[in-house]
């Protein structure tokens, strides 16, 4: 089965400009998630969808980062204006809303950001 | 205050070495889970422990869940280059989104 799929892999922008993340869960996963792993860090979540309504975007830095999911199945996230401190790695992840394997997230390759 | 403290923090090592790392909390859970991402890659789970006192084994690797499920340890026998990467412990409290310690990065040289 197809994997969760992110781009851009990197992306290299200067502080004030903005970025998008696109998102493609796996097929058939209800829930996704957005997470900001900084180096050396674990993921921390930003935000987390049940098909296309949000459930947890209490630490989600509301000022310059927006999340959508219009048709509960692949996601957008978006920065702006960035800041250097936005630098880090944003894994998307889906998983099963219910079932066995409801607690195991799936996470994609992530999305690289670099801000100068 | 991190919810999860993961220990020690990095960890280098010989090919044939055993180890074990540890992810502890003041907090009861009723699941935890380990994971492990390698570099430019996402998290990959490894196991689910749901039961105090739990052990499950994946090949070289043992995972123990705490009697009173609030710690958790992983121990990986005669280490390998393959296992190198950083090893993530997570738990899901009631009506939130998995939360992460910040991880044990592990080197295996040959």
């Known amino acids: 089965e197809a994997g969760v799929a992110q781009s851009p892999r990197y992306k290299i922008i200067e502080k004030r400009q903005s970025v998008a993340f696109w998102c493609n869960p796996i097929s058939g996963h209800a829930t996704l998630y957005w997470y900001q792993q900084i180096l050396g860090q674990g993921p921390k979540l930003l935000i987390q969808?049940?098909?296309?309504?949000?459930?947890?975007d209490s630490q989600l830095p509301k000022d310059r980062f927006s999340a959508e999911r219009l048709k509960g199945v692949d996601s957008t996230l978006k920065i702006q204006p960035a800041k250097l401190e936005d630098s880090a790695v944003y894994l998307c992840a889906s998983s099963f809303l219910s079932g066995t394997r409801a607690g195991e997230l799936f996470f994609g390759e992530g999305s690289r950001l670099t801000v100068l | 205050t991190q919810l999860l403290e993961q220990s020690p923090q990095f960890l280098s090592i010989q090919e044939g070495e055993n180890l074990t790392v540890y992810c502890n909390s003041s907090s009861v859970f009723s699941s935890l889970q380990w994971y492990r991402q390698e570099p430019g890659e996402g998290p990959v789970l490894l196991v689910t422990?749901?039961?105090?006192?739990e052990v499950k084994k994946l090949k070289r690797l043992t995972f123990q869940f705490g009697d009173a499920r609030k710690d958790s340890s992983l121990h990986i026998t005669a280490a390998q280059p393959g296992d190198t990467g950083l090893y993530l412990c997570a738990v899901k409290p009631f009506k939130t989104a998995l939360i992460f310690g910040k991880g044990t990065t592990l080197s295996v040289s040959s």
């Open positions: 422990v749901v039961t105090g006192g």
């Open positions: 969808f049940q098909n296309n309504g949000v459930v947890d």
